[in-house]
Each structure stands twice: as C-alpha cells, then as structure tokens.
C-alpha cells in the first residue's frame, strides 16, 4: 500500500504554499466532519465495485469516510449539473465524463488538480495515457479530471463467420469495405445481420458512432468559425451512408437500438459485426460469452481520416466549493491508481479491471491473460484518438464524438431523433438534416455573437 503518510506532508506542503494563489484548496471542515466526503456517482458495475471496496481498503487506511450517492446515468447528469452549475457544496467529488470536464472548467465549476499532482508523485500522472489527459484538461491547460476507465472505439467482427465466407478483414478497413463485407454476410446464418449500428435516439446513442462516420467523411458539426454544416454535401453523405447500411443490412428494429442492444446481438450470433465502444470487448470474451474467442477486432473504419475512433472516460472532478479539497484528491487519487486496478483484479477479477486509462494496464501479464484478445486494440483506438483535431478541418470546441459545448446535448438529441426516423423510413435523411441544420444554426449564430462581441 502507498505510504500516506509521507503524501500527507507533502500535500499539506503545497496546501500551505499555494492557498494564496488558489483559494479554497485548504482542508477546512464541510458536512460530514472532517474526516468524511460526499462522492456523487453513475450506478455503472465498476463503481458499484468501487463503492464496495471503499470502506475496506481506501477508509481503513486513510482514516477518511466516504458517503456515496449513486444513481442511473441521466439522473446523475442531471445532478451533478444542478449541483455543480449553484456550487453548492454538497458533495466533494463527482464521476464527470470527457464532454463535461472541459466546460465545467472553463465556468469555473470544478478544481485543477495540478497542485496536487505536483506533490503527489506516486499516482504517476505520466503513466496516463495522453489522449485522457488532453480530454480531462481545461482551456487554461490545467488539469481538472483523472480518468477512472476510459474507452475508444473499433469494429467488432465473427472471426469464423468471416472465414467461412472466405472474406477476409482489413487490417484498416474503410467504411465502403465494411459495407460490402457487410452484404455478403448479411444472412449468411439464420438470423444473421452483416453489421450492427446503434439507431436508437440520443447524443450518445446514435451519434456516438455516426458523428465519428461524419468526422472520416470530411463532414463537421460546425466550422472552427461557427458555421453550422449539418446539412453540408459531406454530412450528408455520411449519414445516407450510415442510414442506408442499416437498413440494407443491420439489425431489425435499428431505430430502437443502442449499445445493450447491439451488444445482445453480438453474443447470441445475431450480427456478423458490430462498430462500438471498446469497453464492449469484456462482455464478449466473457467465461460465459458463447462467442467468446470468435471475435476479431479492427480499427474504427476510416475514409478520408488515419483513424476515426471516439474519446469517451468516467473521469473524478472535485467540486470547486468544496471545502475538503484535500481529503478529496486523496480519494480521487487512489480510485484512479494502479494500486487501485490491481486491488480491482485480485478481489474481483481482471476482466472487471478499470481500464483504458493508464498505459501500465497494458503491460500488466495479469491482466493481460484475461484481456489479451483486445487490450492492445482498445489501447491503440485510445492513443489515436485525438479530441482537438477529429477530422479534416480545424473545430471550435472538444470532442470526436460530440462537440464540448453545453448546448450539444440537447440539439444532438433533437437532431438524433430526426435520423433515427430516417432510419425508419418515415422522413428521407435531408429532411432530417435540413431540420437539424436550423437547430444547429440557432447554437452557432449563439456563438458567433459572443466572437463579435469580443472583437
């Protein structure tokens, strides 16, 4: 176990010597008595994990107790946003994603971490994998997020079906290979799709992988200017494309579904293919997964970009009204540690590892014996992905599969919603995307005001 003790010194060191210049990193008391802090958390099985093994091995030997509040994925956005945006203090810590992290730092909602990391040498910050830095760091290039399990994304693929069709997989595949890899296997068992595509409404369900088959088709939301391009000759294109693939050859009942979905399909032999997230491969290689060791893994397919893989981490942010920043990167620290992955391996198993964060993980034999069908595909979509440079052309703001702005969510839903019909043949995909242009425009003549404004 780490020494805490010569941590403590330290971080009462810099506490001391940077309270003057960053107000409010001391360790005065907040509710729950010094010794405690409040965490606000996503109910995902990795942090039901992480609560479990608190007590036990992070509070027995800190001496610091931690209340958590853990709930399903919508309600603890909104939560964490009515809490965070009123800084009202009642919880420390709070599990924040890639696309929040950047703009609560830049309103000044959460707390930069690099005092910490500076007396803090053990948590090894240059063992983070730094596609993860980039994306957990703020305008002011400080860093305001540690990683807890993070993920890319790459094609998913039956080993044995592909070679039985004699086909085989690119080691780069492009998108029209996978449509024409997808044609012929469409079929080629009973009830056997060529490829699975999310459909189902919402920006990160649709468009967690389309905006990426937008970003390698030379398509964008909007231009480093502020011009709205949704219904831009290359937008559209790639959503027809996408659109057209799962209809012609993708799952049935494509509008409704999602990651858990698509995920269903993959394991009961439903689907040939499947283009997701990474994370997706533990469930595959499963000891009980029926198509365990029947699936190969490739790169996210690409047109016109070297790689098109999405960016996406369950990351810690400290609350800047906290009152017990100190206590809370001790926290932070330990959730997002080696120390912690190993712990993670020995008393719940190495499939359930955090991982796709630290760039020691792939090195670790142990975890490697369970994870080695996919680890070093999950590592290399991660350290390809590139938040500040996704496409061809320069962007506004952050983000591969989203844009980092506030207003995202909400307009990529509505938009969602419109593709999503497409899929299901009610509108034509420029229907859609004529409709999504005018919401998109509305966003970015927002923004275009602020530039003037501020010329």
Request: charged share 20%; proline share 6%.
């Amino acid at each position: 176990m780490r020494r805490r003790g010569m941590r403590g010194a330290l971080l009462a060191l810099v506490l001391l010597l940077t309270s003057t210049a960053c107000a409010g990193w001391g360790g005065s008391v907040g509710g729950g008595g010094a010794n405690s802090i409040t965490v606000l958390m996503v109910n995902n099985p990795q942090m039901v994990d992480l609560q479990r093994l608190t007590a036990e091995h992070f509070t027995r030997e800190t001496g610091i107790n931690v209340n958590f509040t853990v709930l399903p994925e919508n309600d603890v956005r909104d939560k964490i946003s009515q809490e965070f945006s009123s800084q009202a203090g009642q919880y420390d810590v709070a599990s924040l994603s890639n696309f929040e992290i950047p703009i609560y730092a830049r309103s000044g909602w959460i707390a930069p971490m690099d005092p910490y990391l500076e007396a803090d040498p053990e948590f090894d910050q240059a063992d983070i994998l730094p596609s993860m830095v980039k994306s957990l760091s703020g305008p002011d290039g400080q860093i305001y997020g540690q990683p807890f399990y993070g993920e890319s994304s790459f094609l998913m693929y039956r080993k044995d079906v592909l070679e039985s069709a004699g086909i085989t997989m690119p080691e780069q595949p492009t998108w029209p290979q996978v449509a024409d890899i997808a044609a012929s296997l469409d079929g080629v068992q009973p009830g056997m799709a060529g490829i699975c595509l999310r459909g189902q409404p919402g920006w990160g369900q649709v468009f967690a992988p389309l905006t990426t088959v937008v970003n390698t088709f030379g398509g964008t939301w909007f231009t480093e200017d502020w011009q709205a391009e949704v219904n831009a000759p290359e937008f559209r294109e790639a959503v027809q494309f996408y659109v057209d693939l799962v209809r012609e050859h993708g799952e049935a009942g494509a509008p409704q579904a999602g990651f858990t979905e698509c995920l269903n399909n993959m394991v009961q032999g439903n689907a040939a293919m499947w283009y997701d997230a990474t994370s997706a491969a533990g469930s595959l290689e499963a000891a009980d997964s029926p198509v365990r060791g029947k699936i190969g893994y490739a790169p996210a397919p690409v047109v016109e970009t070297d790689s098109a893989g999405w960016l996406y981490a369950w990351a810690w942010g400290i609350q800047a009204a906290s009152e017990k920043k100190d206590a809370a990167w001790e926290f932070v620290s330990w959730a997002s540690s080696k120390e912690y992955e190993q712990l993670v391996g020995e008393q719940v198993g190495w499939a359930d590892v955090p991982a796709g964060k630290r760039a020691s993980t792939y090195e670790n034999p142990e975890y490697l014996a369970e994870a080695g069908a996919f680890a070093e595909q999950t590592r290399d979509a991660i350290l390809t992905a590139d938040p500040t440079n996704p496409g061809v052309q320069p962007r506004p703001a952050l983000g591969i599969q989203f844009v980092g702005i506030p207003e995202f969510p909400d307009m990529g839903t509505q938009v969602s919603q419109e593709v999503s019909s497409a899929i299901a043949g009610l509108v034509t995909v420029d229907e859609a995307l004529d409709r999504g242009q005018q919401l998109a425009d509305d966003v970015a003549e927002r923004y275009r005001s602020r530039v003037e404004g501020e010329s």
